[in-house]
């Protein structure tokens, strides 16, 4: 096992080689795998036995739910809710349980506007009967996917229906602000170690929370960008930069650096958020489940036949397909 420096070195090196080949979606690959692998720090001692020595899957593996956009037609509803469609805070119009809002709107308005805080809910029942069953392989993927939606929840875009500028002629800012802004920064300035991960007694609660803050920013990750839009030529904002051996224009690293601190760390925060989020849900789930002993799974291994539904997820969305559902970028 490698120690803590060592780890986070190689982990920095490999999720910059993962920015610089990957597309950016939701969170963007590289903070989705970041924010998945600073959660398990977070864990106590009987959890880290089983979860610090799959580090590696379960960052690599944080951008599996993004990759089934390609091929899942009910996956995308899954990373987002447009929770203005129902009103304004504290959106008395929506029930909070999932019966109750089908019962009111139904089932495919409630998937039009987007589900990820009943989803997420979903996956603590299943990451929390997984734990029951000491079932290792289910473990460590809904551990894994459980991450990607609760850090989806803590964007504030994707509680918006303006979830890309494109009511307000930002196109673009989706990407910019989840993963421009982080691979640009995160490295060299922001701060990821927290503290520890605490049982949540009322998941439906604290999720719903942490949604109603992503769409009370979202409003100023719209403003400043416009605002600081003002400030800058056009030149000066975008640069052309090379990736995947193409040359692409993106938000300059000028205008990214006087963004985030315009926004005064709001991208820092809401990873470190995410961070905790993850590491309590997962901390809760074994909780809930008894706190089993997990030294048993330690040497355990996936089965051929995850790991070949793990060759044909990769197959299908290195295929180049376009994304099914609405579009991020």
């Not at 490698?2 to 597309?23: E, V």
């Not at 002629?169 to 982080?182: A, Y």
């Not at 998941?203 to 003002?230: G, H, N, Q």
């Not at 650096?257 to 991208?267: Q, R, S, T």
């Amino acid at each position: 096992m490698l120690p803590l420096k060592k780890a986070i070195q190689f982990f920095s090196a490999f999720t910059i080689f993962l920015a610089l080949h990957y597309s950016a979606y939701c969170w963007g690959f590289y903070a989705h795998q970041k924010i998945n692998y600073f959660a398990v720090f977070l864990l106590p001692p009987e959890m880290l036995v089983l979860y610090k020595p799959n580090i590696s899957f379960l960052s690599e593996h944080a951008i599996d739910p993004d990759k089934r956009r390609y091929a899942v037609p009910d996956e995308g509803t899954r990373h987002y809710i447009d929770i203005d469609q129902y009103g304004k805070h504290p959106y008395d119009n929506l029930p909070q349980k999932w019966n109750d809002a089908v019962d009111k709107f139904g089932v495919d308005t409630l998937k039009l506007h987007g589900i990820v805080p009943w989803h997420i809910q979903t996956m603590l029942y299943r990451l929390t009967d997984a734990f029951k069953v000491k079932n290792f392989s289910l473990i460590m993927r809904y551990s894994a996917e459980i991450g990607h939606y609760i850090a989806d929840a803590h964007v504030p875009l994707h509680a918006s229906s303006n979830h890309n500028g494109q009511f307000t002629n930002q196109k673009g800012i989706h990407g910019f602000w989840e993963s421009r802004v982080p691979e640009l920064l995160a490295e060299k300035e922001f701060n990821f170690f927290i503290g520890k991960a605490n049982y949540i007694k009322i998941p439906s609660d604290f999720i719903w929370m942490r949604v109603f803050e992503s769409a009370k920013a979202a409003d100023t990750v719209l403003l400043y960008e416009r605002d600081l839009t003002l400030q800058f030529a056009d030149d000066k904002k975008y640069a052309f930069e090379k990736r995947n051996g193409k040359t692409i224009r993106q938000y300059s690293a000028a205008f990214t650096i006087a963004y985030n601190k315009k926004l005064n760390g709001m991208v820092e925060r809401r990873m470190r958020d995410s961070i905790y989020a993850i590491a309590s849900f997962w901390y809760t789930a074994w909780v809930n489940a008894g706190q089993p002993d997990l030294k048993g799974l330690i040497n355990q291994k996936f089965s051929n036949t995850d790991n070949q539904e793990f060759k044909t997820l990769n197959e299908q969305w290195s295929l180049g397909n376009k994304m099914i559902g609405r579009e991020e970028q």
